[in-house]
């Protein structure tokens, strides 16, 4: 039986029982009786005899509910008889079979309970140790792994300890506005799954000071860059710290930039000494295969494997112009460890991912450490510091 096949008998299974489940519980007493009705006195006798039904949950909420509660019993089974090691690697594959579910639910209200989830605690909670091959030191800070999450997917910091504990060396929140703000109407993200890619379109109200920022930049070349991360840097530098003193300054780019515009980002960013750079955002642009897909034509950034290519490309260009000075972060259609060694050949110090998050669900990250750290040691490779860069010597 294909996989397609299992998860569709899978579902059915789950679908008939959770609907046996609810036609056994019987009905629950009426509450409120309408009065309305010229008949009130009728309707009220009515009531009394029958209880009225209360309406079943909506269907994607049994699917869940019940894919939830399968789980919670079968690892509270599981784990009287199984090591914590063991137990760990059993909940990570475990959510292979909710999270297709999620591909049923509209992608905002997916990921919304997705952040949710992870905020309370609802999700695997790593508790093996990374390979030691993929330990590495950055910012004068010790990364257990180089696989970030990008920004996009927290953008409220709600979850952030949740999504540590999963298994990411490090997690990137926001986008952060200075107010809040609704964003675009909806619908505004969009999945291209056969590409595994996703357009997105949030948005701001107000334009919001990120925005205004990449316009004054874009208008009046790299003297204004120059004056916004000096005064970032300023700001930062007056502010009060922990003991491990001030974060890293990063600049995130688009991967739509041409030669000229990454010349003088790579000559600003040496000149201030900039901590690292973030390559890339998501693109306006739709590469193939993407280009041919119906949703295509929906306006915004396209994010996913179709960008893996362009955005690696920028990179290394990247690379180059800043002769690896500066410690640069990989991002754009990663989705495997092949996928991070690659990057990470090409000039990355660290990766991020997130469409693959949301595609692969939570059992992808142990898979791709698995699968970075089989690629390092296949090389002669003894750390990931070792391999940065390593398609240029």
Known sequence: MSSSAAALVWRRTLRDALLRGSACRGAAPARYASTASASGAAAEAAAAAAPKKVPPPPRKGRFLTGAMIALAIGGGAYVS???????????????????????????????????KAAAHGFVPREKRPDPPVLGLEVWGRKFANPIGLAAGFDKNAEAVEGLLGMGFGFVEVGSVTPLPQEGNPKPRIFRLKEHGAVINRCGFNSEGIVVVAKRLGAQHGRKQLKDLVKKVQAARDEMQWAEDGPPPLLVKIAPDLSKQDLEDIAAVALALRLDGLIISNTTVSRPPPA??????????????????????????????????????????????????????????????????????????IPRMKAELAECLERDGFKSVQEAVGADFR
């Not at 909940?91 to 999270?99: A, D, G, Q, R, Y």
């Not at 660290?350 to 939570?362: D, S």
Request: hydrophobic share 40%; aromatic share 10%; net charge negative.
């Open 81 to 115: 008889t199984a090591d914590e090691g063991k137990f760990c690697g059993w909940l990570f594959k475990s959510t292979e079979l909710v999270n297709p579910l999620f591909a049923l639910l509209d992608a905002e209200f997916a990921h919304s309970l997705a952040v």
């Open 291 to 364: 280009d041919k897909d119906p949703l295509a034509q929906e306006t915004g950034g396209l994010s996913g494997k179709p960008l893996f290519d362009l955005s690696t490309n920028i990179l290394r260009e990247m690379y180059m112009l800043t002769r690896g000075k500066i410690p640069l972060i990989g991002c754009g259609g990663v989705s495997s460890g092949e996928d991070a060694y690659k990057k990470i050949r090409s000039g990355a110090t660290l990766v991020q991912l997130y469409t693959a998050l949301a595609y692969g669900g939570p059992a992808l």
